[in-house]
């Protein structure tokens, strides 16, 4: 039973506009959630991270949106650069738990087309 | 520069042959870990140490052995009793002293089992 759900696949976005990659979760229990940004034969790059007491959180070009009651977060990327074409990760752990407890989802492919 | 060595990039083994691959950390982090990817999948965790000389098993931790008798070093070994070790492997390091440190990874070995 997937705990962390990406059901987007793949999103293919124009360069300059806004990219947007969702993630939703199952397990309440989840207090943190983690992006990561993964190129081809590369390993993942952290890349922004939200606590479950914030809705927000923005870093540069890259903004979280976390909504608790749909259980639901967002990845928001403006504006997308060629750059930003790979896979995205989004992760979840529990309170209180070390990396052990992440929860990745199986990733969506970011295109940014020029 | 501080980072996490996997090696080698790729990896040939024929069926039947334990196979280990090698992971090496200069960050000075206290945990280390094992996941593996595959096609359209997210991260699986396979093992995890948070101390030299003592891991866990993770999620899918079959026909795999760790060993850490070194901070630095986390070798995987991927034995004959796995039954589908064709797979990319990634080793990842966090800091266990501070709450919601990410994890930063190797680049990963992409390792085929014929």
């Known amino acids: 039973d997937q705990q962390v759900k990406q059901n987007s696949p793949s999103l293919s976005v124009q360069e300059g506009r806004i990219s947007i990659l969702n993630c939703d979760y199952t397990n309440s229990m989840f207090d943190y959630f983690l992006w990561y940004k993964k190129y081809p034969a590369e390993g993942p790059t952290f890349l922004i991270s939200i606590s479950s007491i914030k809705d927000k959180n923005e870093d540069g070009r890259f903004t979280v949106f976390l909504n608790k009651s749909a259980k639901h977060l967002s990845l928001h990327i403006v504006p997308s650069q060629p750059g930003d074409s790979a896979v995205y990760f989004c992760?979840?752990?529990?309170?209180?738990?070390?990396?052990?407890?992440?929860?990745f989802g199986k990733g969506t492919h970011l295109i940014i087309q020029p | 520069d501080g980072g996490i060595t996997q090696s080698p990039k790729y990896l040939f083994r024929k069926e039947g042959q334990n196979v280990t691959l090698s992971c090496e950390q200069n960050?000075?982090?206290?945990?280390m870990y094992w996941y593996r990817q595959d096609p359209g999948q997210g991260l699986r965790l396979i093992y995890y140490s948070q101390i030299v000389n003592d891991f866990q098993k993770g999620d899918i931790a079959e026909g795999y052995s760790v060993s850490r008798e070194k901070k630095e070093s986390f070798p995987l070994t991927v034995t004959s009793a796995q039954k589908n070790p064709t797979a990319f492997y990634l080793c990842a390091s966090s800091i266990t002293d501070r709450v919601n440190s990410p994890l930063h990874f190797g680049n990963g070995t992409r390792l085929t089992v014929t």
């Open positions: 960050l000075n982090h206290d945990a």
């Open positions: 992760a979840a752990k529990f309170a209180g738990g070390g990396a052990d407890g992440l929860t």
